[in-house]
């Protein structure tokens, strides 16, 4: 599938007018091409950079204009991850959550709710945190405990998630409660959108095997949340469960793949690495090369309005093995460097070898993405 032609231009157009600001802005984004080790300066460094980009409107472009965005196709929204990681930046982390969980809202919360919360968090004034698993209730989020008890024009919440990225920066929280009985299994789970500073929320950090405090335990004690915080319909949490891990499966695979090529790129340009690594690095850029050809194709069809599906799980699935194939191959080119080094270079190799092991977990594991695959598009017969 090709892209439209008016979409075509505006991607040809937004590339170019992109390029020529980047030509003028790098100083201001070069904090972004090195990233600090803190996790604090690191969301504080991508938060200024994300609000400049939001200041020049190009973070804005590819979204409704009822929510703050400029309007136009989605496709520029593909493109801004891509021309950055091109010229050696990160991306601001942020831009995978706004697709996530912003285009959640967008789609299922109430006009009133998107329009007053949304450009907070395209703008980087906030950071919201998805509040799905539970100690209990990972890969089976139907089984939730998690509970919201109506109270009239109110639900009062109570419950524990785990495993929030970032949720100790998080101004809102995008939660799955229980709204039903428990024998409903997702039938009776509803989203919900908190305020972190409500009275009851308690955000403790978990620290990940990198080091880093990336993510967080949410403990919710008899926290009021208004009934206008509801997205989407009362029990229709399975329907807005499907629309967040379709984007966290096909659209962030997009944008991963773009900083995943460069951290190939940064491999090649490391001392020692020569023809002698050329097969081992050939099959790594195959196998990546593949998710890209594959997250564009999907990137398309969110360009044209269609649902992305299941198919996304065969995004998942490539971008787990794309991913731990990248930094599998930088482990072993680099192997003294990267388990023994000090220098910042060596902890970021070992620092992102040690986080790809995670990539066949976040956004649902790859034992549960060949499920998918087998039942939802081979026909095989279902588990259960
Ligand atoms: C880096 C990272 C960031 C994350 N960020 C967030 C976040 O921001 N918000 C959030 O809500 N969650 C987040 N998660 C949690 C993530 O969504 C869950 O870890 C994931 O869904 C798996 O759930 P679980 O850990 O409970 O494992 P389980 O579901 O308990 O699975 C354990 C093992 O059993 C296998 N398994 C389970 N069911 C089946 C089955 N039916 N068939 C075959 N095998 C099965 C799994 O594949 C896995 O190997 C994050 C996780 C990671 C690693």
Same mark, same amino acid.
């Given at each position: 599938m090709t892209l439209p032609a008016p979409a075509r231009a505006e991607y040809d157009e937004f590339r170019v007018d992109f390029a020529a600001w980047l030509d003028e802005h790098g100083a201001d984004l070069e904090p972004l091409r090195t990233l600090p080790e803190d996790i604090h300066e690191q969301h504080r460094t991508q938060s200024r950079v994300q609000r400049l980009l939001f200041d020049h409107g190009w973070l804005r472009r590819g979204w409704p204009e009822e929510v703050g965005g400029l309007g136009g196709s989605k496709v520029v929204r593909g493109a801004l991850a891509e021309a950055l990681t091109e010229r050696g930046y990160e991306y601001p982390f942020a831009m995978g959550m706004i697709e996530v969980l912003g285009s959640a809202m967008v789609k299922f919360a109430e006009p009133e709710l998107g329009a007053e919360m949304f450009p907070r968090f395209l703008a980087g004034e906030e950071y919201w945190a998805q509040g799905f698993s539970e100690p209990e209730a990972? =890969?089976?989020?139907?089984?939730?405990?998690t509970r919201a008890v109506d109270q009239g024009d109110h639900w009062r919440l109570t419950g524990q998630k785990i495993w929030t990225t970032w949720g100790q920066f998080a101004q809102r929280g995008v939660v799955l409660a229980r709204t039903?009985?428990?024998?409903?299994?997702?039938?009776g789970i509803t989203a919900l959108f908190i305020?972190?500073? =409500?009275?009851g929320v308690d955000v403790r950090t978990l620290r990940a095997m990198n080091g880093t405090d990336e993510f967080c335990e949410m403990f919710f004690d008899d926290v009021i949340v208004p009934?206008?915080?509801?997205?989407?319909?009362?029990?229709g949490g399975a329907k807005f469960t499907m629309a967040v891990l379709e984007s966290e499966r096909g659209v962030f695979a997009w944008q991963r793949q773009t900083w995943l090529l460069r951290r190939l790129s940064d491999l090649l340009a490391?001392?020692?690495?020569?023809?002698?690594a050329a097969g081992r690095i050939g099959e790594v850029y195959a196998t990546l090369y593949g998710l890209r050809l594959r997250a564009r194709d999907t990137f398309r069809r969110v360009v044209a309005g269609e649902l992305i599906g299941p198919q996304s799980s065969v995004d998942k699935m490539l971008l787990s093995t794309a991913e731990k194939g990248v930094f599998d191959v930088a482990f072993e080119l680099l192997a003294d460097d990267t388990l023994l080094g000090d220098g910042s270079v060596n902890r970021a190799w070992r620092s992102d070898y040690l986080y790809a092991r995670a990539s066949s977990i976040y956004g649902g594991t790859a034992e549960i993405q060949r499920n998918i695959l087998a039942e939802r598009i081979l026909g095989l017969p279902r588990e259960r």
């Open positions: 990972g =890969s089976d989020l139907g089984s939730l405990r039903g009985e428990q024998a409903q299994g997702f039938a305020d972190m500073d =409500s009275p009934k206008s915080r509801t997205m989407g319909a009362v029990g490391e001392p020692g690495i020569d023809e002698r």
